[in-house]
């Protein structure tokens, strides 16, 4: 990747997308339309946001802008109301695992396919609006958006799990995450990872992944355990222990790396 796409900042970020984007649009006729339904006709990220998913959620074509209005509504109330006690508000995450990805993934050589094309980083948006909807009493709107993710993306995150920003979700197919989890920021995870319980019917029963921790394609972690802070667990692990912050383990079941 370029330094360019390394150091921008977010104020930038926008702008930057819809000057690719009409780029493309230009040198690709077939994407013409596409490019500016979902991008070129928006004033701004969260409206683009917004179109994208309600695209993807809506039943059929004639509720998409209703969707959207929905969607754009809770951003509009987190505006209004910027003390909320549900995390970071959608627009600001949204923003910070964009800019994760396209510092992150090296096969990216723009700023705008993250937003159009990668299910990881949409499916992600999606269970933050269905988390927003479980903690405001719209907790059926929360399930139908977390199985729409699962139908859409083949990620199956629950609503009420709690998830932190700059989330790096690379491919996804396959994620599991429990309603008890928690993932701090700026935490990677790749395909086929199970934060999942061990069978307690209730009570708080799945992992905690802390902050900059890496979560290999294939493991399972099982129960309510702690991932340290920077800790790496190698894919196709089985993790029901305890991992020390900093530290790596790998293995059928989790050893340490010496």
């Known amino acids: 990747m370029s330094d360019y796409v390394r ?3 977010m104020p930038n970020l926008w702008s930057t997308i819809v000057q690719e984007t009409q780029l493309e649009a230009d040198n690709t006729p077939l994407l013409r339309t596409f490019l500016q339904r979902n991008i070129l006709q928006h004033s701004s990220f969260e409206n683009a946001l917004c179109h994208i998913l309600a695209e993807k959620i809506a039943e059929d074509k004639s509720t998409v802008a209703q969707w959207q209005e929905f969607l754009y509504s809770i951003l ?3 505006a209004e109301a910027p003390n909320d006690s549900v995390q970071s508000t959608i627009t600001e995450a949204a923003l910070a695992d964009l800019l994760c990805q396209l510092r992150g993934n090296a096969s990216i050589k723009d700023h705008y396919s993250p937003l159009l094309f990668f299910a990881g980083y949409q499916a992600l948006q999606c269970y933050r609006f269905a988390h927003f909807c479980w903690h405001h009493q719209q907790r059926a709107m929360a399930s139908f958006l977390q199985a729409k993710t699962v139908c ?5 995150i629950h609503p009420a799990a709690r998830i932190g920003s700059g989330i790096f ?3 996804s197919v ?4 429990g309603e008890t989890a928690v993932v701090e920021d700026q935490v990677t995870i790749f395909q086929g990872v199970t934060l999942g319980g061990t069978g307690k019917g209730s009570g708080d029963r799945h992992p905690k992944v802390r902050q900059g921790a890496f979560i290999g394609s294939g ?3 099982y129960g ?3 991932i340290g802070k920077n800790a790496k667990v190698a894919g196709g692990t089985v993790v029901v222990k305890d991992v020390a912050e900093n530290s790596t383990v790998l293995g059928p079941v989790a050893q340490a790396k010496k």
């Open 219 to 221: 493991t399972a972690i």
């Open 7 to 9: 150091v921008i900042d």
């Open 169 to 171: 979700m690379d491919h």
């Open 224 to 226: 309510n355990i702690e």
């Open 152 to 156: 859409l993306f083949a990620v199956d």
């Open 174 to 177: 396959g994620v599991v995450i």
């Open 76 to 78: 509009r109330s987190q």
